[in-house]
């Protein structure tokens, strides 16, 4: 297990080290800034610091150098602060015990016998990528609703004389997962049929006559997702590992629940990893001496570790200290060894889809390492992971997808989207540190590959499709990326790409949460970035880097790194954003006083930043 994963070396110590005047073992963060908490200033100062010296840099080189500063605002804003960040409010009122009990036994009751199997049903026969390898065999599901509706009938009939069990718990938390992951997909027009509104207008006190809408059915997941983790506090998780608890989690996982709560999420994550732990599946090694049995179960044990390994993956961050997923170790280390055995076809189909998916998500971990490293990644690494890519583009070209399975189609949409996503990841990555001269345009490209698979499963009654948690997460990359760089640079192609984007940020479906409209503002305080750069010139300054929008864009960054290094006060519990009892270092200020005095800048540049920042905060996307 790493800290924060494998750490690089910079050629030079950082900023905060130099400052304070002492030695820095030069690591990305460095040994001295752990110790002290300040990780996440480590690698902001390091990543950005071309910017500390802005006058260093040749003017006709200056767009290229704010472009480098995206890396980093792309890792604080577009992934931490959006997905990866909580502000804890600590006077909020929590629900009472009672209060949540009676929700829970309401959503239980709603559950009918039939309402139930037609959930299974559709998730069997649509929602197959999302779960099937994490399970052994697909029709114990259909035993155990049976069993489930056998003793909640007994239960009715006789309360006192019925004790539910340990496997009973863990079997209704997965069926409930499924459930759950079922009622997010399914299409509002099913749920209209066998899914009555009456009690569900009732609970929620609003109008008998109210038809299904996405927003009643995000409530109705919300809902379903309590019942599945009351039966694991039944089970007493805690006290008893299973791996019907991971299973569970899985199932979840392909929901909204990881982005409406980053940090539980992760803390199921953890307790994931440690029951995977305990029952060995992070070692399952198949032999040819295992029975069918045993072959079978270390098989599903594999798949169920490399989806683990996908979800630790996206919820890296700095204050997530334990990572498992680089335990299993980049695809370039080994590809050219593959490709050079004689006889081994390196276009030959994966195993499974979890195989497929994670070795791309190994190569697109391979690309985002380079979003808070200080140095310029090698070209070669890059071409390495083109070809990579160009592969695994080959594979699912010749891969045979059935037409008429609704399951085989959803799978070639998620490997697609995601080996596009990585494509666009890398060119971006060209354009920025090498300046490919193609690489703008493909990126492009790429971005409507992706657009088009959008918008196809709404042409094609795929919609639920779209619902999938990749696809808020991909575009949350790219439509800022290209907001930033209409700020600075005038193209016709990136600015219809930008409004285009905008527009398809709101066509996602209302499931996803609020994250969609907290990208779309993020995606308009940019644009309104653009009108500032424009307009705003600073008297005296024949450089770019003398201008509001660099300042507020640092701010920006500089607000998320402290935010992550925030230290609570045990009286006064946990600071929010620009809380007077948030303990945090003073370098912060000094930094901007350093800033000011450097630039020589104005009053009437301070007022413009600040009243930008209070016309448009960054906190918006945060709170």
């Known amino acids: 297990m790493n800290r924060l994963g494998d750490q690089q070396i910079t050629k030079r110590p950082c900023a905060v080290c130099t400052k304070r005047k002492v030695k820095c073992d030069r690591k990305i963060p460095c040994g001295n800034c752990i110790k002290r908490g300040?990780?996440?200033?480590?690698?902001?100062?390091?990543?950005?610091?071309?910017?500390?010296?802005?006058?260093?840099?040749?003017?006709?080189?200056?767009?290229?150098?704010?472009?480098?500063?995206?890396?980093?605002?792309?890792?604080?804003?577009?992934?931490?602060?959006?997905?990866?960040?909580?502000?804890?409010?600590?006077?909020?009122?929590?629900?009472?015990?009672?209060?949540?009990?009676?929700?829970?036994?309401?959503w239980t009751d709603y559950l009918t016998m039939e309402s139930s199997f037609k959930l299974l049903n559709f998730a069997v026969e649509n929602l197959g990528p999302l779960y099937f390898g994490c399970l052994g065999d697909i029709s114990e599901l259909f035993v155990q609703l049976e069993n489930y509706w056998s003793r909640r009938y007994q239960f009715k009939e006789n309360p006192k004389e019925i004790t539910f069990t340990l496997d009973d718990h863990y079997w209704n938390s997965v069926l409930w997962a499924i459930f759950t992951m079922a009622i997010y997909y399914i299409p509002l027009e099913n749920l209209s049929h066998g899914f009555e509104m009456q009690s569900i207008c009732e609970q929620l006190n609003i109008d008998e006559n109210q038809q299904w809408s996405e927003s009643i059915q995000l409530t109705v997941v919300q809902g379903f997702t309590k019942c599945c983790m009351d039966h694991l506090n039944r089970a007493k998780c805690n006290e008893n590992p299973d791996i019907?608890?991971?299973?569970?989690?899985?199932?979840?996982?392909n929901t909204n629940l990881q982005l409406s709560d980053y940090f539980m999420f992760d803390s199921l994550l953890l307790q994931c990893e440690h029951i995977g732990r305990f029952f060995n599946i992070d070692s399952a090694k198949q032999f040819v001496s295992d029975d069918a049995s045993t072959d079978l179960t270390k098989e599903v044990f594999s798949k169920i570790w490399l989806r683990l390994c996908v979800q630790d993956y996206q919820q890296e961050n700095p204050n997530k200290k334990l990572v498992f997923n680089k335990e299993i170790p980049s695809l370039l280390l080994h590809a050219a060894f593959y490709q050079d055995m004689p006889n081994f076809n390196i276009y030959k189909q994966e195993e499974n889809f979890e195989s497929l998916f994670w070795k791309i998500t190994s190569l697109e971990r391979d690309v985002d390492k380079?979003?808070?490293?200080?140095?310029?990644?090698?070209?070669?690494?890059?071409?390495?992971?083109?070809?990579?890519?160009?592969?695994?583009?080959?594979?699912?070209?010749?891969?045979?997808?059935?037409?008429?399975?609704?399951?085989?189609?959803?799978?070639?949409?998620?490997?697609?989207?995601l080996l596009v996503t990585v494509q666009w990841k890398l060119n971006k990555m060209y354009f920025?540190?090498?300046?490919?001269?193609?690489?703008?345009?493909?990126?492009?490209?790429?971005?409507?590959?992706?657009?088009?698979?959008?918008?196809?499963?709404?042409?094609?009654?795929?919609?639920?499709?779209?619902?999938?948690?990749?696809i808020i997460r991909s575009l949350s990359r790219m439509a800022p990326f290209y907001a930033f760089y209409n700020i600075f640079e005038t193209d016709p192609q990136v600015e219809q790409i930008n409004n285009e984007l905008g527009n398809l940020i709101l066509a996602l479906p209302i499931l996803l949460g609020e994250k969609c409209l907290k990208l779309s503002y993020l995606v308009q305080r940019l644009n309104s970035m653009n009108i500032m750069w424009d307009k705003v010139r600073v008297e005296g300054s024949s450089?770019?880097?003398?201008?509001?929008?660099?300042?507020?864009?640092?701010?920006?960054?500089?607000?998320?790194?402290?935010?992550?290094?925030?230290?609570?006060?045990?009286?006064?519990?946990?600071?929010?954003?620009?809380?007077?009892?948030?303990?945090?270092?003073?370098?912060?200020?000094?930094?901007?006083?350093?800033?000011?005095?450097?630039?020589?800048?104005?009053?009437?540049?301070?007022?413009?930043?600040?009243?930008?920042?209070?016309?448009?905060?960054?906190?918006?996307?945060?709170?």
């Open 244 to 253: 019907r608890f991971i299973q569970s989690f899985l199932i979840l996982s």
């Open 543 to 623: 450089s770019d880097w003398n201008h509001p929008v660099l300042k507020i864009l640092q701010d920006d960054i500089k607000l998320l790194s402290r935010y992550t290094n925030r230290s609570p006060l045990l009286v006064k519990g946990v600071p929010s954003f620009g809380d007077i009892t948030d303990t945090i270092p003073k370098d912060y200020e000094q930094n901007d006083q350093e800033y000011f005095s450097r630039n020589k800048e104005s009053s009437e540049f301070k007022f413009i930043v600040e009243e930008f920042e209070k016309q448009h905060s960054i906190k918006n996307i945060f709170n």
């Open 38 to 106: 300040q990780e996440s200033e480590c690698i902001k100062t390091v990543t950005n610091g071309f910017l500390h010296n802005p006058h260093s840099t040749n003017g006709t080189d200056s767009i290229l150098n704010i472009l480098r500063m995206w890396p980093s605002y792309e890792y604080w804003i577009t992934d931490i602060g959006l997905f990866k960040t909580k502000d804890i409010d600590s006077t909020i009122r929590i629900e009472t015990l009672e209060d949540e009990l009676r929700e829970i036994t309401f």
């Open 432 to 470: 920025i540190h090498f300046n490919t001269a193609d690489a703008l345009p493909l990126s492009i490209t790429y971005l409507r590959r992706l657009m088009h698979l959008i918008e196809s499963n709404m042409n094609e009654e795929r919609t639920f499709f779209n619902k999938h948690p990749l």
């Open 370 to 417: 380079y979003l808070i490293t200080s140095f310029k990644p090698q070209i070669k690494t890059f071409e390495a992971i083109k070809r990579e890519l160009s592969i695994f583009e080959k594979k699912l070209s010749k891969q045979k997808f059935d037409l008429k399975s609704i399951n085989s189609q959803f799978e070639k949409f998620l490997s697609t989207f």
